[in-house]
């Protein structure tokens, strides 16, 4: 079952780049973010650090879930790896992320982004340090 942390308040960076949670489950995150012009750079397509941005908080999420009625966890970013494999072509952007392993302190997670069309524009790797 899915429940979504509705009463963290959305960040200043969030707000901007117009990202929203839309799956949480244990182990896995989805977020959504439409393509508007606070998130293209000069050649008019997504910029490479939003969707830097969108895995990065996506595989955040994945490791970081919290029960419905529990304290909301956070973790830290330790490394980010992005590979950027085309361009969207769509207006929103899906990304899906799921934990794939860790330890008492640490976890680490993967995640990809597509546009709405299917088109597979980034994918991601990471480590991550709860606190």
Same mark, same amino acid.
Request: proline share 6%.
């Given at each position: 079952?899915?429940?979504?942390?509705?009463?963290?308040?959305?960040?200043?960076?969030?707000?901007?780049?117009?990202?929203?949670?839309?799956?949480?489950?244990?182990?896995? *995150?989805? #977020?959504?973010?439409?393509?508007?012009?606070?998130?293209?750079? !000069? *050649?008019?397509?997504?910029?490479?650090? *939003?969707?830097?941005? @969108?895995?990065?908080?996506?595989?955040?999420?994945?490791?970081?879930?919290?029960?419905?009625?529990?304290?909301?966890?956070?973790?830290?970013?330790?490394? @980010?790896?992005?590979?950027?494999?085309?361009?969207?072509?769509?207006?929103? @952007?899906?990304?899906?992320?799921?934990?794939?392993?860790?330890? !008492?302190?640490? #976890? #680490?997670?993967? *995640?990809?982004? +597509?546009? +709405?069309?299917?088109?597979?524009?980034?994918?991601?790797?990471?480590? #991550?340090?709860? !606190?």
């Amino acid at each position: 079952m899915t429940h979504l942390p509705l009463n963290d308040s959305p960040s200043a960076m969030q707000q901007t780049l117009g990202y929203r949670m839309t799956s949480w489950t244990p182990d896995h *995150a989805a #977020f959504e973010m439409p393509v508007s012009p606070e998130i293209l750079n !000069r *050649a008019g397509i997504p910029h490479g650090g *939003a969707l830097a941005t @969108l895995l990065d908080t996506t595989m955040g999420n994945a490791g970081c879930y919290s029960a419905p009625g529990e304290p909301l966890h956070n973790a830290l970013t330790l490394t @980010l790896n992005v590979s950027y494999l085309a361009q969207a072509r769509g207006k929103l @952007l899906i990304a899906k992320g799921r934990r794939t392993g860790g330890g !008492r302190s640490t #976890f #680490f997670a993967e *995640a990809t982004v +597509e546009d +709405e069309t299917g088109v597979l524009i980034a994918t991601g790797s990471g480590a #991550f340090r709860w !606190r």
